[in-house]
């Protein structure tokens, strides 16, 4: 038996610009959510931080980004290149986050409490494996010279991620 390759159940992509170089994926129903204050060293080198009902992702900037975030019924195949650009991606991570709802909305620090109508992703389980995918900009910054953006590549899937 061939066994086929998993294909998303539903997908966005944003051009965002992640204020103070961050962003959150949040519960739905988390009335407590409040995102870190302080990034630790383990922060930083991962570009992440696993919330008890989300995560925060950390950019290189505060500059333009793509991110893609799509939804699977399984863990789906890990291109190591960005699909698109074929560029290698700069940093990866493979986590378990918690969405107890089983819905969560993407937000920022200009916007702490997520839009109520949207955009909303539902997922099967509340908890989750995530693998994120970086490929930033690397070279100087100039505000005033247009770049392409970073893309931030988010698969989500549910139970525990795979022993590697």
């Not at 407590?32 to 302080?38: D, I, K, L, Y």
């Not at 960005?82 to 909305?105: D, G, L, Y």
């Not at 989500?156 to 590697?164: D, F, M, Y």
Request: glycine share 4%.
């Amino acid at each position: 038996m061939i066994e086929m390759a998993a294909s998303p159940k539903g997908w966005a992509t944003f051009a965002w610009q992640s204020d103070y170089g961050q962003f959150y994926l949040v519960d739905r129903e988390d009335e407590a959510f409040e995102p870190p204050t302080e990034i630790t060293l383990e922060m930083e080198a991962r570009c992440l931080f696993v919330m008890p009902s989300g995560i925060t992702v950390y950019t290189q900037s505060c500059l333009q980004q793509h991110i893609r975030i799509a939804i699977y019924d399984r863990e789906p195949a890990h291109p190591v290149t960005e699909p698109i650009s074929n560029k290698p991606w700069t940093h990866a991570e493979t986590i378990e986050v918690r969405f107890p709802s089983k819905s969560f909305a993407i937000s920022s620090p200009s916007m702490p409490d997520p839009l109520p109508n949207g955009p909303i992703f539902l997922v099967d389980s509340a908890l989750c494996s995530v693998r994120i995918n970086w490929m930033e900009f690397e070279g100087a910054r100039d505000d005033s010279v247009p770049i392409e953006p970073d893309v931030i590549d988010i698969a989500i899937w549910p139970g525990r991620p795979a022993e590697r």
